[in-house]
């Protein structure tokens, strides 16, 4: 098998696509939506780089008739030294008024786009904060980033120079044809001549170059989120020798991803050499037709000079337009995927008049609730359960028969298809998102450990708990021993996931951090399933502390985090099959008691 081959069927193996790209003209309404975070520096930074442009345009409009018609034409030619002094005089004065200009254009504008990027990407990141778990079942993290940092990034050119160069440029341009027409229309006509060809040209490519920053995004996407998965999976990779064929599919991804920079850049590049040939002939028709004009008296010296200051000036910004038209095309690939993202609706919304509820009891209701996480299976079917204020209910059952499923709903994660949840006899649709969650504390099998110390992570539920709230909920739960020991007690940095701790340490600080945020409702989502003996006999005094006067929801596979349970429900298939406490369960001799008998050490 040679490298090739070998390549494709890795690529095979990770379910390897090409990209496709959807052909859609130049989106302005797009392009103004963007502009529209503009709007708040709309009377501060964006007035004054406004000022700036136009003074420097007015300098670089004028100095060209002086320097030439006034400077030739009349001091020169007249041998008038105090006019010619007065010229030169007024002549610097006008660079040095530009100069000042310019400094304070750039300064404006660096600020102007630095904060509308740090604008956009707030939006952004606040509104996929708000979204729904379905939206983020359906991409990987590694895509959303790119979202975030690369596409957001690639606008700011645009920003920064690009938007007021954009206006410098039209102004320039109308000014110097104007001026050019008022020297000598008929030599203008002459070179405007090759004005439809260099249009017709540059429209031609760019579709293409439009069609090539698509294709950057896309490729650049996908190369971020792979090299995320990679790094969240390196213990995968590496457990099972797979170093050499994720590398190899890495490459082909890198490669991709190159290639599509070096079309794009090539196609772009294309149109600056397009201005300069077009300005080479147009230098051509004026150097002959100009002679022409001067030799048979209609046109003087110092108009010829002037007319070739401005004719150079009128090719600059046409190139600069081109330029700044690219970084629109580069703008409108990026934006239509910011906006895909911002235009996302989550499935889960507030109310309209959300009931606010500052102090829930905790009884929760199931009444007939169906759900499916897509419409070809149902996660749970017909479900009725209540669970009384106070009560520890556990959900048992085989992989998929729908226990967390009902833990996401009681949450809100996601909102039944049929039927209602309710709250101390709300439905939990009405009750207000943020008095809901606060009030109800999840702790996963997996605990998540956020950069930063160990203090930080107990205190992320309650920011505003003091130090000695934080280090009694750690004690409650036992995880204060271990956290002494390591080196800064409280203050020990751990990075992303800590993966410093052991697994059972980063449970305890899940239970520490659950026990500070004082829920009315708590659910362990298999909380217990990786921690050894020594830590669960720990794990069994916090819990009694921890679900004491709270509604508790347990999904576990061990018995001995269950036993005690009032009510132990037992679901198959996204239905309920037997509910009871564990003695009851245990004379009917059911699925219940065939759980217990399979696995005598707990489930």
Not at 148 to 171: C, K, W
Not at 181 to 190: D, G, H, I, V
Not at 401 to 416: C, E, H, M, Q, V
Request: hydrophobic content about 45%; proline content about 2%; aromatic content about 10%.
């Amino acid at each position: 098998m040679n490298k090739i081959e070998k390549k494709t069927m890795i690529m095979e193996r990770f379910h390897y696509s090409t990209d496709t790209i959807i052909d859609k003209p130049f989106n302005w309404k797009q392009m103004w939506r963007l502009f529209q975070y503009l709007k708040p520096y709309s009377k501060s930074l964006l007035p004054k780089a406004f000022i700036a442009v136009l003074l420097s345009g007015i300098v670089r409009l004028v100095t060209p008739i002086l320097i030439g018609k006034y400077t030739l034409d009349f001091a020169i030619k007249n041998k008038d030294i105090p006019l010619l002094i007065t010229l030169v005089i007024t002549i610097a004065s006008l660079y040095f008024v530009s100069y000042i200009a310019n400094r304070f254009r750039i300064k404006w504008m660096n600020m102007l786009g630095q904060n509308v990027i740090y604008d956009i990407r707030k939006h952004l990141f606040t509104h996929v904060q708000s979204l729904s778990h379905r939206f983020f079942d359906q991409r990987s993290a590694g895509s959303i980033l790119v979202r975030i940092m690369n596409d957001i990034n690639s606008l700011q050119e645009l920003f920064t120079s690009g938007v007021i160069n954009l206006l410098m440029d039209f102004l320039i341009l109308i000014g110097v044809v104007i001026l050019l027409f008022s020297l000598s229309p008929e030599l203008t006509l002459a070179i405007m001549v090759i004005l439809p060809c260099m249009f017709f040209i540059s429209t031609s490519l760019r579709k293409r170059i439009r069609r090539s920053w698509q294709m950057v995004r896309l490729k650049q996407s996908k190369l971020n989120s792979h090299l995320n998965e990679s790094i969240q999976g390196i213990r995968v990779t590496q457990a099972f020798t797979q170093e050499k064929e994720n590398t190899a599919f890495f490459d082909g991804i890198n490669t991709e991803n190159f290639q599509s920079w070096r079309d794009a850049t090539k196609k772009n590049a294309m149109f600056s050499p397009l201005v300069e040939m077009t300005n080479a002939i147009g230098t051509a028709i004026l150097i002959w037709y100009g002679v022409t004009l001067i030799m048979n008296g209609s046109l003087s010296i110092g108009t010829f000079v002037s007319f070739a200051f401005y004719l150079g000036m009128f090719w600059e910004p046409i190139s600069r337009l081109g330029q700044v038209y690219n970084q629109l095309l580069m703008g409108m690939a990026s934006s239509e995927r910011i906006f895909e993202f911002i235009d996302e609706k989550p499935n889960v919304t507030e109310a309209t008049k959300p009931v606010a509820m500052k102090n829930i009891q905790g009884r929760i209701d199931f009444e007939n609730v169906e759900f499916g996480y897509d419409s070809t299976r149902k996660a749970l079917k017909n479900i009725s359960l209540s669970i009384h204020s106070g009560q520890t209910v556990a959900l048992v059952g085989h992989t998929g028969s729908g226990k967390t499923t009902i833990a996401n709903l009681i949450s809100r994660f996601y909102d039944p298809t049929d039927g209602r949840v309710m709250i101390d006899g709300v439905d939990s649709k009405q009750i207000s998102l943020s008095d809901l969650r606060s009030q109800i504390s999840v702790v996963l099998q997996d605990t998540f450990i956020f950069s930063g110390t160990i203090m930080d992570n107990i205190r992320f539920g309650s920011p505003d708990a003091t130090d000695e709230k934080v280090i009694e909920a750690a004690v409650a739960v036992g995880a204060d021993d271990f956290i002494r020991h390591l080196s800064n007690g409280y203050e020990t940095e751990v990075e992303e996931r800590g993966n410093v701790l052991s697994v059972g340490e980063r449970q305890l600080i899940s239970f520490a951090r659950a026990l500070l945020a004082n829920p009315s409702i708590i659910i362990l989502d298999e909380a217990t399933a990786s921690i050894d003996t020594e830590t669960e006999v720990k794990i069994q005094v916090a819990l009694k502390k921890l679900l004491k006067g709270r509604t508790a929801i347990m999904i576990a596979h061990r018995l001995s985090t269950i036993r005690e349970a009032d009510n132990i429900v037992v679901l198959d298939h996204g239905e309920i099959i037997e509910q009871g406490n564990h003695t009851h369960l245990m004379t009917l001799k059911g699925a219940y008691y065939q759980l217990v008998t399979m696995n005598q050490s707990g489930f």
